[in-house]
């Protein structure tokens, strides 16, 4: 491939640059695609099949889809480079937006949820590339590095929603099925994508770390290819762990808020909710990797574990005020942002070049699978308890996390 057979001199401050630049790109574009559908996705879902119960098969398809592909994605990306995964990633939701279509149009429930769950593999592609911005990144500038692709993702998830409307506008000119319209913007988004990491994602940036580490002498790889296993399983626990306590509180927050607020004003709260949500998730992404860098990676997840801690505190004491859920979701996204951006450079500089993508592909599935079994707990929860007593629920990964870090820093490998 005309990355392994680069010339030997390669300025890799300039390749790194490039290669964030690029994944930033696809994440936003990525965003646009995603965001602009998967919110269809419980509609059609009930639409088709004629219950309203059967609406959360919509986010169990996808999280199962994510789940089910992020191993084999990783095994392809150490392989064949991150270039071929992405690209792969691609065509699978491109395959997926088809099915779905066909679906609405046959009126094929069980063909919708396999579409849907090929738009889950896309998005374990996705997650993916957080990963792929670490892959030339120097240790100091690691967590901003990959941060930059996560911060990324906003603009997608900011602009997606926006085009539902236009979408079913221009689907219903063209004789689209109804609520399929928002996918046409999905079909160009992913295919820009494909076309922007086949064409300028170049060289592939684990093809050239694997390369370079080859090239490097004995004593440098030596000291390149320490292994701490035991720092690598608590970061994969505690991104697991901050996303399944985010998810959980936030899959149930609709529901709480439709009880909560008059029934006129349940589509405004919910949007404003999740959308300031979505901006502590990824609008400050930058500034945790910054602080990962400059204070370490496990004080930062644990900064995640003091803000998730402070979200359920809210939302627990909170729980029948709008602005008390509304301050509590920020809370919950800011804490997840941390977690997740500390933990992903942890694991990252914790494994050896050549068990990264391997590792990085078990932590996504053990962080997606993990949340959905969550959030199938968390409706039986708030059926028992309440909204209030989920979020008392959601201290257990919160304690966990803490408890295993002071493990983590006081074994070293």
Request: proline share 5%.
């Amino acid at each position: 491939m005309p990355d392994v057979a680069a010339p030997a001199v390669v300025d890799l401050a300039a390749a790194q640059r490039r290669t964030v630049r690029v994944l930033a790109a696809g994440q936003v574009l990525s965003g646009v695609a995603f965001g602009s559908t998967l919110s269809l996705g419980a509609l059609l879902a009930a639409d088709l099949s004629g219950e309203e119960s059967l609406s959360g098969f919509a986010t169990a398809a996808v999280t199962l889809g994510a789940a089910l592909t992020a191993i084999p994605l990783a095994r392809l990306a150490a392989r064949r480079g991150r270039r071929v995964a992405l690209t792969t990633g691609n065509v699978a939701a491109l395959s997926g937006i088809a099915l779905v279509i066909l679906a609405a149009a046959t009126r094929a429930f069980p063909l919708l949820l396999v579409g849907i769950a090929m738009i889950g593999a896309g998005n374990a592609a996705t997650l993916q590339s957080r990963f792929a911005a670490t892959d030339l990144s120097t240790t100091a500038r690691r967590g901003r590095d990959l941060a930059t692709v996560v911060w990324a993702t906003t603009v997608g998830g900011v602009v997606g929603p926006l085009l539902l409307a236009p979408g079913e506008l221009l689907g219903a000119s063209i004789g689209m099925p109804r609520l399929t319209g928002a996918y046409l913007f999905s079909l160009l988004a992913q295919a820009c994508a494909f076309a922007l990491y086949v064409l300028v994602l170049r060289p592939d940036p684990l093809l050239l770390a694997q390369r370079l580490d080859r090239e490097r002498a004995p004593t440098a790889r030596a000291s390149s290819e320490v292994d701490r296993p035991r720092i690598a399983r608590f970061a994969m626990l505690a991104v697991a762990a901050s996303h399944v306590t985010m998810a959980a509180v936030m899959a149930m927050t609709p529901v709480h808020l439709s009880h909560i607020v008059t029934p006129d004003a349940v589509t405004v709260a919910v949007g404003v909710t999740i959308s300031l949500h979505v901006f502590g998730m990824y609008g400050l992404s930058p500034v945790f990797g910054i602080l990962a860098d400059r204070v370490g990676r496990i004080p930062v997840i644990l900064l995640g574990q003091v803000l998730l801690a402070a979200a359920l505190t809210v939302a627990s004491t909170g729980a029948d005020s709008q602005a008390g859920v509304l301050i509590a979701l920020l809370l919950l996204g800011l804490g997840w942002s941390a977690a997740t951006v500390a933990g992903s450079a942890l694991l990252t500089e914790a494994t050896p070049l050549a068990a990264r993508p391997r590792r990085q592909g078990r932590s996504d599935t053990l962080m997606t699978g993990s949340a959905a079994v969550g959030s199938v707990l968390a409706g039986l929860i708030l059926g028992l308890v309440g909204y209030g007593g989920l979020a008392l629920w959601a201290f257990v990964p919160i304690a966990v996390v803490c408890a295993s870090a002071v493990f983590a820093r006081t074994r070293p490998a």
